[in-house]
């Protein structure tokens, strides 16, 4: 599958998921600031994209609970709800695209579910197709 | 109390879909108040029949262990309007289960005409991605719902 139709089936999840406008779902887009997605919608993202990338029935494509969303990271990652410096490394692997300056600032963990942007989606997706 | 708004499941295969119907009656007070003298089933109604149809569903999934929260609506589209003297069918099938929710695809229907199509998600709320804390007791699915799932004639379908 090529990045191209990737991101069609990334745009039309989102569209169908969050009732957005096709032109509102760029590339840099913030699924949460930009698109006004809350909790749940990560769950019925994650749920519809399992859907739309399944080509086989007797292999449906799955996306473990933690990999494309972290909702919580390993010891070592985070204490007290902090990023270490390894977790602040672990989330730029994650999300290369992502703005961290006020993650360093504050090392608020909450916070890194406000950082998800598109194109983090269909980056995952490249590397989990690929 | 708890407020039923289904009268009996007539099909219930479990981790999979259900069937409940609920008879309008023209003594149900709240038909009156949306339309004087033109009584219908409001589509809130509409929509919280099928969210007590498939929350069950959902629960009975995870043998009611889970506190089953309506987290979102998708969609809901209406086809006709409900009159008293019908008898509404909802019909929910489950499209994802997982350790976190479940998304679910509803069709309403009177007498096999389309009343509505409804998506909708559950959450497990104990496995939020919102990190949010909720009291230990499941609130939910209580001893009183048991008796409740008597009332719907579940006996047979499912274990109590």
């Known amino acids: 599958m090529t990045k191209d139709e990737i991101y069609k089936k990334v745009q039309g999840v989102l569209v169908e998921c969050l009732g957005v406008d096709e032109d509102e779902v760029t590339p840099q887009a913030s699924l949460r600031s930009d698109l006004g997605a809350e909790s749940i919608d990560f769950l019925d993202i994650v749920f519809r994209l399992e859907k739309v990338f399944t080509t086989d029935p007797s292999k449906p494509f799955q996306i473990p609970r933690n990999e494309l969303f972290p909702e919580s990271f390993e010891p070592g990652l985070v204490e007290d709800n902090k990023l270490t410096d390894a977790g602040l490394a672990e989330v730029h692997r994650r999300l290369p695209h992502a703005d961290l300056t006020e993650l360093k600032a504050t090392r608020d963990a909450g916070l890194v579910q406000n950082l998800f942007a598109v194109q983090d989606v269909c980056d995952y997706l490249e590397r989990k197709l690929g | 109390m708890r407020w039923i708004w289904i009268d009996k499941f007539v099909e219930f295969i479990p981790k999979v ?144």
Request: hydrophobic residues 45%; charged residues 20%.
């Open chain 2, 17 to 160: 879909s259900a069937t409940a119907i609920k008879n309008v009656t023209l003594a149900e007070e709240h038909l009156h108040d949306l339309y004087p003298a033109f009584p219908i089933v409001p589509h809130s109604l509409i929509v919280e029949g099928m969210a007590q149809t498939a929350g069950i569903l959902v629960g009975e999934a995870r043998n009611f262990q889970e506190k089953v929260i309506l987290a979102k609506i998708g969609r809901a589209t209406f086809h006709r309007l409900v009159r008293p003297g019908e008898t509404l069918r909802f019909a929910a099938k489950i499209e994802h289960l997982s350790e976190q929710g479940a998304s679910i695809n509803g069709t309403v229907t009177v007498d096999e005409e389309s009343v509505a199509d409804i998506e909708m998600m559950f959450s497990h709320i104990d496995q939020n991605m919102a990190g949010l804390e909720f009291p230990e007791h499941n609130f939910v699915f209580t001893e009183q719902f048991t008796e409740l799932l008597r009332t719907y004639r579940l006996e047979g379908k499912i274990a109590l």
